[in-house]
């Protein structure tokens, strides 16, 4: 069962938070100004406002179930939704979890990226006792691998024609994260 989220995650300058109904305008805004947003996971059009709006449903379907949790990243004392950060292919037998993180255009370069992810590996090890955390991106996304890499990750290499989108193989890079990492200070 996954461990309830009952207050905001903070470090003082990023927030996590459980997403919400009222995340979806600000979602459907970043993915109608970053094609990649939706390209890079396989999709050919953005989402529809209904389509998010079944998502959430679902999500809270496979949240009761343990397999998915989805949180909203926000600037601190701010609670528009600047992005959101997934936790899924949740392993309880292995203690182990994957994530997947993405940020409207105009909140990136600010360090959110980093942020949401130290603040949620910290709760994942503290308050659900997961050993080891997986990120994968496409090579390429040198955007985010640096900010994995300023959040603990280590680069561990690219699993080489790891899914197909759209009837083409693609790469993938892995960085992890365990629990005995050294954390990076701030």
């Known amino acids: 069962m996954i461990p309830v989220l009952t207050s905001l995650l903070s470090d003082g300058r990023v927030e996590l938070r459980?997403?919400?109904?009222?995340d979806i305008p600000e979602v459907l805004i970043a993915h109608d100004r970053d094609p990649r947003l939706y390209s890079d996971r396989g999709l050919e059009r953005p989402p529809t406002g209904a389509q998010l709006g079944r998502d959430m449903e679902e999500a809270e379907e496979l949240r009761a179930s343990g397999t998915l949790e989805t949180l909203t990243i926000v600037k601190a004392g701010d609670d528009t939704?600047?992005?959101?950060?997934?936790?899924?292919?949740?392993?309880?037998?292995?203690d182990r979890a994957a994530i997947g993180i993405w940020l409207a255009p105009d909140a990136r370069g600010q360090g959110l990226a980093r942020g949401a992810l130290r603040l949620l590996t910290r709760w994942l090890f503290e308050d659900w006792g997961l050993e080891r955390i997986e990120l994968t991106t496409l090579p390429e996304n040198r955007t985010?691998?640096?900010?994995?890499?300023?959040?603990?990750?280590?680069?561990?290499?690219?699993?080489?024609?790891?899914?197909?989108?759209?009837?083409?193989?693609?790469?993938?890079?892995?960085?992890s994260i365990v629990r005995t990492d050294p954390r990076p200070s701030s």
């Open 18 to 22: 459980l997403a919400a109904e009222r």
């Open 144 to 175: 985010m691998i640096s900010a994995a890499l300023a959040g603990g990750f280590a680069h561990e290499g690219v699993l080489r024609s790891r899914v197909r989108e759209r009837s083409r193989r693609l790469d993938l890079a892995i960085l």
């Open 81 to 94: 939704c600047r992005g959101q950060i997934y936790v899924y292919d949740i392993d309880w037998d292995h």
